[in-house]
């Protein structure tokens, strides 16, 4: 195989289905202002996997997850994260007192960024001790679900009564910990399911490009 054809490829294939997801979630959005900060993240993820590609070349697992996150926020952006069809179709299923969509946004939020915390602390930081970078996963998971936090506070104080779609607390004075929780729980149990997975994919990775990114 030529180095880099499988980045290429798994890179166009994410693109493309964005490209698709942000066109059907752009048209006609429930707020325009709250669609783009809801897609805000994944239009940077595009822009640093763009930046980089020819240096890094991540794990095909990694791509899926990424492609997979941005499609959550895009279907968050559509509707907020409030209105999201699917969110009272589980309200219905399970008796819930409130569309919880959000709550797979903050479980992905942890599960997502675990893997690709984890795979940056192995090939670029070149880390060996598993219990180390499983704590390191788990401390960057809560701070970049912290961080968005306070980005919503943010743009809650900057935009006052505008900000409520973005929010999407629904009245539950508990919204920003339970967030935060659905993050760490996201995070563990990426780290407890797909973490064997993962080290296949980076050892293959490896073995075919030593010079496939990191610090190699």
């Given at each position: 195989?030529?180095?880099?054809?499988?980045?290429?490829?798994?890179?166009?294939?994410?693109?493309?289905?964005?490209?698709?997801?942000?066109?059907?979630?752009?048209?006609?959005?429930?707020?325009?202002?709250?669609?783009?900060?809801?897609?805000?993240?994944?239009?940077?993820?595009?822009?640093?996997?763009?930046?980089?590609?020819?240096?890094?070349?991540p794990?095909?697992?990694?791509?899926?997850?990424?492609?997979?996150?941005?499609?959550?926020?895009?279907?968050?952006?559509?509707?907020?994260?409030?209105?999201?069809?699917?969110?009272?179709?589980?309200?219905?299923?399970?008796?819930?007192?409130?569309?919880?969509?959000?709550?797979?946004?903050?479980?992905?939020?942890?599960?997502?960024?675990?893997?690709?915390?984890?795979?940056?602390?192995i090939?670029?930081?070149?880390?060996?001790?598993?219990?180390?970078?499983?704590?390191?996963?788990?401390?960057?998971?809560?701070?970049?679900?912290?961080?968005?936090?306070?980005?919503?506070?943010?743009?809650?104080?900057a935009?006052?009564?505008?900000?409520?779609?973005?929010?999407?607390?629904?009245?539950?004075?508990?919204?920003?910990?339970?967030?935060?929780?659905?993050?760490?729980?996201?995070?563990?149990?990426?780290?407890?399911?797909?973490?064997?997975?993962?080290?296949?994919?980076?050892?293959?990775?490896?073995?075919?490009?030593?010079?496939a990114?990191?610090?190699?």
């Amino acid at each position: 195989m030529i180095p880099g054809h499988g980045a290429n490829r798994n890179l166009l294939v994410l693109f493309g289905a964005w490209a698709v997801a942000l066109a059907w979630s752009g048209y006609a959005p429930f707020d325009r202002a709250t669609w783009l900060l809801e897609v805000a993240p994944a239009l940077i993820a595009a822009a640093v996997l763009w930046a980089t590609r020819a240096r890094y070349r991540p794990t095909s697992l990694l791509m899926m997850l990424v492609l997979v996150h941005g499609v959550i926020l895009m279907v968050g952006g559509k509707y907020t994260y409030a209105h999201v069809p699917l969110g009272f179709w589980m309200q219905d299923w399970f008796g819930w007192s409130r569309n919880n969509y959000d709550k797979i946004g903050h479980f992905a939020q942890g599960f997502v960024p675990a893997i690709v915390a984890r795979e940056l602390l192995i090939r670029v930081f070149a880390l060996r001790s598993s219990k180390l970078i499983a704590f390191l996963v788990v401390a960057v998971c809560l701070g970049i679900s912290a961080a968005y936090e306070l980005i919503e506070w943010a743009v809650a104080l900057a935009m006052g009564q505008g900000a409520d779609e973005f929010l999407g607390t629904q009245g539950d004075p508990w919204d920003t910990q339970e967030d935060m929780f659905m993050a760490l729980v996201g995070a563990v149990v990426a780290l407890l399911t797909i973490t064997h997975w993962h080290d296949r994919q980076i050892a293959a990775l490896e073995a075919a490009d030593p010079a496939a990114g990191g610090a190699h």
